[in-house]
């Protein structure tokens, strides 16, 4: 089956502490991993992929197949981090996006 | 930057009525899709569309549930007779067929169904 986990619903840091959002996968096959983040009143926007190995606002994520994991850290959190993040994986044969539950982030001063 | 627009950003339907939820995809791109989202679950896949057709649906995009893309611009869902269960956000989105995981969302239409 093919599936996303985002065990947390709430994490709640302060500022400038590090943040690691998990996300977990099911996929036989290769995968294609994305973060997507929401924040207060605005659309769902792209965050990271995978394969670009980039980092954004901060950001970075590690695809580790062996762990099926694909977990978004940041080593010094930011008030403007708080928002919605979403873990995504896009099932090819089936031309869509599987996402997870979100984790919401919020970073308190 | 080109973005995806959604209208209305509100409708308030009572059940049983018809409704159709309007998005316009950025313009050069080729896949468009249909996402909800009840409230406090997961966003989930409707269907998917390319080239004037159903690529993919999921088992929620029953008989009741329809897209089409009348003119260049506009990508649109109907709903035919609404449920109470049909409240939700619903997101369109759309993508290059280079890039298809990375999928541009609109800021969504929320549906209340009474």
């Known amino acids: 089956a093919q599936r996303v986990t985002q065990p947390e619903k709430l994490l709640s840091v302060f500022k400038g502490a590090p943040v690691e959002l998990k996300c977990n996968y099911s996929y036989s096959g290769s995968p294609e991993l994305f973060w997507y983040v929401q924040y207060s009143r605005q659309r769902l926007q792209l965050l990271l992929r995978?394969?670009s190995r980039e980092s954004i606002k901060g950001f970075t994520a590690d695809l580790n197949k062996g762990e099926t994991s694909f977990h978004l850290k940041k080593p010094f959190a930011q008030e403007e981090d708080s928002a919605m993040y979403y873990c995504?994986?896009?099932?090819?044969?089936?031309?869509?996006?599987?996402f997870g539950a979100g984790t919401r982030l919020a970073v308190h001063p | 930057e080109p973005e995806v627009t959604q209208t209305p950003s509100h409708q308030v339907t009572q059940m049983g009525q018809e409704v159709i939820l309007r998005c316009v995809p950025i313009s050069n791109h080729l896949y468009f899709y249909w996402y909800r989202q009840i409230l406090g679950q997961k966003v989930e896949f409707l269907v998917s569309f390319y080239n004037n057709e159903i690529s993919e649906k999921s088992e929620i995009f029953d008989d009741q549930f329809s897209v089409e893309r009348p003119d260049g611009s506009n990508f649109t869902l109907k709903i035919r007779s609404t449920k109470l269960e049909d409240s939700a956000m619903y997101f369109c989105a759309s993508s290059d067929p280079l890039a298809l995981g990375e999928q541009f969302f609109g800021p969504g239409t929320r549906l209340t169904v009474l």
């Open positions: 995504a994986l896009f099932s090819g044969g089936y031309n869509k996006l599987i």
């Open positions: 995978h394969i």
